[in-house]
């Protein structure tokens, strides 16, 4: 267990090299600085004097790999590779195209990144989870058959209708909360009680269906039958036994975005005026800002790895059969 | 008509999926197995109605894939061999030609479905010099109506009664000729094929598709008739019929939805089958690369990839001759970029089940008679996967339609110019906070983008069904 650990995080450090070599590749080889400065200076008839300074204040006036005119180990790291993207190893993101420290933007925008995200996350897998096992409960009934249509129904809504809708409904019809924008503090629950909303009625068209099959083919395993026979009402097998072992197969698809609410919803907060990562990544995406882009893209990965990991890890806790080797 | 046939890059490939699912057809005809996997689907009510609604989908999305520039008039002065000008710049397809009226009747920028005036309030000089604020009439949008006020209600109720008589018309000859069809193919008399059909005894569900038409139609004919003179769904801020925009963002969607699988279907599946089959270094390093891609999240690979593609874009303006050319590169490009994210959850699935088959006693006998391993893989591992690439085809589909609304609210998605769901929600999305609303053109886009997807998705439940022995 401990060796398939350790194992899995020497792994971690060669995957992130392969993402930086991906993003470095697309930012860097496919265009140009030049192309870039250009571009970001916007007129046809930029000066070479212009795109050159664009690139000295950006530190992007060095060689892409491989520094001859500098000696040692210096032709390594007096490069655009080891600066832009090896510096990241060590959360050294660097600056943003308007001059700000891209670590502090990151910390600061966090805390409202991860107030929307982890209530949805925690509503969302409860609703969900309860839902599916009410369509079990239920299961081969009329009731059973119209939940499923729901969930096809709702997962065929595209999410862009949701927000909208729930935004016209709640805020602009009823009057209920803000249509957009966040608070400090207590204030902040304004502002989140309609995107967390909104987040968790989204999810639940696809999630619960898949859940409902997980837990059907759970209920017809012969243990269950077993638990049925000695007793047990049909509310207690599902809670004691089909919800427990159901859960092994869901923690596979969830244990793995922990990490990532970090990250924040790029489209709730958008829309809602949350000033979350989520926002800061689509305003970076909009103003061309690629350093926000790179840094993002890194740190993504990043959380990606460590739920990757945490998923492992949960399965040798809920299922004492798995073993890590 | 004479006009210049333009081949755009999208429609080559969506023509070249139409002859591949026709090939795979012919094929599977000889094949019991794939024979009777298909008379499930067809079986099933769900998946015959859905894939009506599909079906009619394709067709608007196929019309509006036979691209073509039309000639200019000769200019006066110039010398004129045959008859023509030069070759106009722009490009339209054959749903343009069919839909010509709600392509050009432009007003001058909003008003509501079925109006005859716009939307907001404007001064009108009147014939005698005063000025006076009021609604002024649309320039096509119900022009033949004398005195509008009186007229109005009872013209559009005409016409939507002149809609539903064509509706069921067209509904009764559709069903007849199925029916007789029935009757023909099973040498009964029509009365008997039609009791059949319509207790669910045809064979196929053809009663499904029979009441999904008759729905279709119910919709269709009036909207179709009143199309004539009105704006059924409203225009847009700059005029557009948002009747003719929503049936232009049909082919979008289904590039998007069937091109991104496509194109970056046979690597994952040449991946897959060497990760499953080869096994040790080749299997390692085909796992890294597709871990080192998933570990990025979606969305950002994708906008950094269409960040970068459009500098490419921009930058090299020589290599299109069109705008309409420019735009179908973008949305080739992006089809591109969204497989280059979706193609590992495939990639993965393959070479699990390549892994499972690899043990099988009769591969293992392959190779024990020395069949060499090209010959393994194409003649006994490849067939044996087919029904995961389909069902990973059908399944794709919906989310790619939902993701380019989301992708092009953000910016990262097709073009501006291309006509699409989600160009058409990110124009739209600003108008709900005007006063009093602009509602049509964003809940016509939501509304046919609910209706394909939801088809999509039930079609692909009944292909997985039918195709995945352990689904069901």
Avoid at chain 2, 198 to 206: C, Q
Avoid at chain 2, 209 to 234: D, I, N, Q, R
Wanted: glycine share 10%; hydrophobic share 55%.
């Amino acid at each position: 267990m401990f060796a398939y650990i350790v194992r899995r995080l020497l792994y971690a450090p060669l995957i992130l090299l392969g993402v930086n070599l991906l993003t470095f590749a697309l930012f860097f080889v496919v265009n140009t600085p030049e192309d870039m400065a250009r571009m970001q200076l916007g007129a046809k008839r930029v000066t070479p004097e212009a795109i050159e300074r664009w690139k000295v204040e950006r530190g992007y006036d060095k060689p892409l790999l491989f520094n001859g005119a500098a000696s040692g180990a210096a032709s390594l790291t007096d490069t655009i590779f080891f600066d832009k993207s090896l510096r990241m190893f060590a959360f050294d993101f660097g600056r943003a195209d308007d001059g700000r420290d891209i670590a502090t933007e990151i910390r600061t925008r966090m805390g409202p990144s991860l107030a929307i995200a982890v209530p949805t996350f925690i509503l969302g897998l409860f609703v969900t989870v309860s839902f599916a096992l009410l369509l079990v409960f239920f299961r081969g009934s009329y009731l059973d058959f119209q939940g499923v249509v729901l969930c096809v129904a709702m997962m065929s809504i595209s999410g862009l209708f949701y927000i909208i809708g729930g935004q016209w409904l709640v805020s602009k019809v009823w009057h209920l909360v803000p249509i957009s924008g966040y608070g400090g503090g207590l204030d902040a629950s304004r502002f989140l009680v309609l995107p967390v909303l909104i987040g968790v009625i989204a999810g639940i068209g696809g999630s619960a269906r898949w859940y409902r099959t997980i837990f059907l083919e759970e209920a017809g395993k012969d243990y269950v039958r077993t638990a049925r026979a000695k007793g047990l009402s049909e509310l207690q097998a599902l809670f004691r036994h089909v919800l427990k072992n159901g859960m092994i197969p869901i923690l596979t698809g969830v244990v793995v975005v922990i990490p990532s609410l970090f990250m924040g919803s790029l489209i709730s907060e958008s829309f809602f005026g949350i000033p979350g990562l989520g926002s800061y990544t689509i305003d970076a995406i909009n103003a061309q800002d690629f350093p926000v882009v790179r840094a993002m893209v890194f740190i993504g990965s990043l959380l990606y790895i460590v739920g990757l990991i945490l998923t492992d890890l949960s399965y040798t806790l809920v299922d004492p059969r798995v073993r890590l080797d | 008509m004479d006009v210049q046939p333009v081949f755009l890059w999208t429609d080559v490939l969506l023509f070249g999926l139409m002859a591949c699912i026709g090939l795979a057809a012919w094929r599977a005809r000889r094949s019991e197995p794939m024979r009777a996997a298909w008379r499930r689907v067809g079986e099933s009510a769900v998946g015959m109605a859905s894939l009506t609604i599909l079906l009619l989908f394709l067709v608007v999305g196929l019309l509006d894939s036979l691209h073509y520039r039309p000639y200019l008039p000769p200019a006066p002065d110039a010398q004129v061999t045959n008859g023509r000008g030069p070759v106009s710049t722009e490009v339209r397809s054959a749903l343009d030609a069919l839909a010509e009226p709600l392509r050009t009747r432009v007003e001058k920028t909003y008003s509501a479905p079925l109006a005859y005036a716009l939307f907001a309030k404007q001064t009108i000089e009147k014939a005698d010099g005063t000025q006076q604020r009021a609604f002024p009439r649309l320039k096509f949008g119900g022009a033949g109506l004398q005195y509008p006020e009186e007229d109005h209600a009872g013209d559009v109720l005409g016409r939507i009664g002149l809609g539903l008589a064509l509706a069921a018309g067209a509904w009764c000859l559709l069903a007849g000729c199925l029916v007789q069809g029935v009757a023909m193919s099973r040498m009964v008399p029509f009365g008997a094929a039609w009791r059949a059909v319509w207790r669910g005894k045809g064979g196929l569900a053809w009663r499904a598709v029979l009441v999904t038409l008759g729905l279709v139609f119910l919709f269709a004919g009036p909207v179709a008739v009143l199309a004539g003179e009105y704006h059924v769904f409203g225009t847009d801020k700059v005029g557009q019929d948002v009747l003719f925009l929503t049936l232009k963002s049909i082919r979008t969607a289904l590039v998007i939805g069937t091109l991104t699988t496509l194109v970056t279907l046979p690597v994952a599946v040449v991946l897959g089958i060497m990760a499953g089959y080869l096994g040790g270094w080749v299997d390692d390093l085909i796992q890294y690369v597709y871990t080192v891609l998933n570990s990025i999240p979606g969305v950002l690979l994708i906008a950094a990839a269409v960040l970068m593609m459009q500098v490419v874009i921009d930058t090299h303006p020589q290599w299109f001759e069109t705008a309409a050319e420019r735009a179908d590169a973008r949305l080739l490009a992006l089809c591109l970029i969204l497989g280059m994210t979706s193609w590992t959850g495939l990639c993965r699935l393959l070479r699990g089940e390549t892994l499972k088959l690899r043990e099988l006693e009769y591969v293992q006998a392959a190779r024990a008679f020395g069949v060499s391993t090209a010959r393994i893989l194409g003649r006994h591992v490849l067939p044996n996967l087919m029904h995961l690439v389909l069902i990973a085809l059908v399944m794709d589909f919906s989310g790619l339609v939902l993701a380019e609304a989301v992708l092009s609210y953000v910016g990262i998605g097709v073009d501006p110019g291309t006509v699409s769901f989600g160009t058409m929600i990110n124009a739209a999305r600003m108008e709900l906070a005007r006063e009093p609303m602009v509602w049509w053109s964003l809940m016509a886009a939501f509304l046919f983008m609910f209706v394909l997807v939801l088809a999509a998705n039930l079609f692909a439940d009944a292909v997985r069904d039918a195709f995945d022995p352990r689904a069901s």
